[in-house]
């Protein structure tokens, strides 16, 4: 099992774009799924995350700005609007996942490989 994430890029202040995390391999569906992001000479910090339930919750500083979901059992996004210069960093997915065989139930956890976010001023 596999994720990954695509749809960084550089962009101007103030614009737009929009992170995919797919996951690839067998898997029943994605429980769990949050974007991080770490900029230079910075610790990783935690973006958004959902649920399985759909809970979601942002970080403070990019709250009414960005946005996760999900539309299918093994994809999640990040919309990310109205990007500042301190958003610029690299974004990494993180998803639980379960896989339902018969009478049992694998789990796992995997990491993306990053995706990298330039934003100018």
């Known amino acids: 099992v596999q994720l990954q994430a695509s749809g960084g890029g550089l962009v101007q202040a103030g614009g737009s774009l929009r992170l995919s995390c797919v996951v690839s391999?067998?898997?029943?569906?994605?429980?769990?799924a949050s974007w991080y992001r770490q900029a230079p000479g910075k610790q990783r910090e935690l973006v958004a995350g959902i649920t399985n339930g759909g809970d979601i919750k942002y970080a403070d500083s990019v709250k009414g700005r960005f946005t996760i979901s999900r539309d299918s059992a093994k994809t999640v996004y990040l919309q990310m609007n109205s990007l500042k210069p301190e958003d610029t960093a690299v974004y990494y997915c993180?998803?639980?996942?379960?896989?339902?065989?018969?009478?049992?139930?694998?789990?796992?956890?995997?990491w993306g490989q990053g995706t990298l976010v330039t934003v100018s001023s």
């Open positions: 993180n998803a639980d996942w379960l896989l339902i065989d018969g009478g049992s139930t694998v789990v796992g956890k995997e």
């Open positions: 391999g067998t898997i029943s569906r994605v429980t769990d």
